[in-house]
């Protein structure tokens, strides 16, 4: 009896704590009506902005260029001369490099100056255009440079050309020299415009032209 008492007491003790509990809370009524006088407190909160997508990036407009070169200062001239019947206008451009060049085509050494000369006219009247006399004292004073060329393939052919036109005593010699050449760049060639600039650059067989995209 006397645990059961015990165990009643607390019972009670605790419905007791609980209806106190209970009567201390806040009337869930009066809050909605609190809410209710507050309202001109309440503020709306917009929904977020959804993320714009993001724009693809525009590619950028491809153009095709034609790149020729490289020519020497006497090449370059006669190069001009013919590219200007083509009116390239602004689409054609110039840039000067320094390259080596590894082959010479030339005439070997006359005995005098005199000689010399009249070497190189009759080379003009075969048609030889690049014709530079060195009258300079030094290793190569009184030969006639016709040509030099990067690789050996170019020297060589242009030899074979020289040949078809009479010049007999031509040689091609290994000789690396520096120096200052031009390259072009022809922007959005046509065909036809193509088809000129591959003719042309079989006269030059020295000389590389390659297509591609245009440098920015």
Same mark, same amino acid.
């Given at each position: 009896?006397?645990?059961?008492?015990?165990?009643?007491?607390?019972?009670?003790?605790?419905?007791?704590?609980?209806?106190?509990?209970?009567?201390?809370?806040?009337?869930?009524?009066?809050?909605?009506?609190?809410?209710?006088?507050?309202?001109?407190?309440?503020?709306?909160?917009?929904?977020?902005?959804?993320?714009?997508?993001?724009?693809?990036?525009?590619?950028?407009?491809?153009?095709?260029?034609?790149?020729?070169?490289?020519?020497?200062?006497?090449?370059?001239? *006669?190069?001009?001369? /013919?590219? &200007?019947? +083509?009116?390239?206008?602004?689409?054609?451009?110039? @840039?000067?490099?320094? $390259?080596?060049?590894?082959?010479?085509?030339?005439?070997?050494?006359?005995?005098?100056?005199?000689?010399?000369?009249?070497?190189?006219?009759?080379?003009?009247?075969?048609?030889?255009?690049?014709?530079?006399?060195?009258?300079?004292?030094?290793?190569?004073?009184?030969?006639?440079?016709?040509?030099?060329?990067? *690789?050996?393939?170019? /020297?060589? &052919?242009? +030899?074979?050309?020289?040949?078809?036109?009479?010049? @007999?005593?031509?040689? $091609?010699?290994?000789?690396?020299?520096?120096?200052?050449?031009?390259?072009?760049?022809?922007?959005?060639?046509?065909?036809?415009?193509?088809?000129?600039?591959?003719?042309?650059?079989?006269?030059?067989?020295?000389?590389?032209?390659?297509?591609?995209?245009?440098?920015?």
């Amino acid at each position: 009896m006397k645990w059961f008492a015990i165990s009643l007491l607390a019972v009670n003790l605790i419905l007791g704590a609980y209806a106190l509990l209970q009567g201390t809370r806040p009337n869930p009524d009066a809050q909605i009506v609190n809410l209710q006088m507050n309202a001109d407190k309440i503020r709306v909160i917009p929904e977020p902005p959804k993320p714009k997508p993001r724009a693809r990036p525009v590619e950028q407009e491809r153009t095709a260029c034609l790149t020729w070169g490289s020519f020497d200062a006497l090449e370059i001239k *006669r190069v001009s001369a /013919a590219l &200007s019947k +083509l009116e390239l206008g602004d689409r054609l451009d110039s @840039r000067e490099t320094q $390259v080596t060049t590894n082959w010479w085509v030339y005439m070997p050494r006359q005995r005098s100056r005199a000689n010399m000369q009249r070497k190189a006219n009759e080379l003009r009247e075969l048609g030889v255009v690049d014709v530079v006399t060195i009258p300079e004292p030094g290793r190569w004073q009184y030969a006639i440079s016709l040509g030099a060329f990067r *690789r050996e393939a170019g /020297a060589r &052919s242009y +030899l074979a050309q020289l040949r078809k036109k009479g010049v @007999r005593t031509a040689v $091609v010699e290994k000789r690396v020299q520096k120096m200052t050449q031009t390259t072009l760049t022809i922007r959005a060639p046509s065909t036809s415009e193509s088809a000129s600039l591959v003719e042309l650059a079989t006269k030059y067989p020295g000389s590389d032209m390659r297509a591609g995209q245009c440098p920015g």
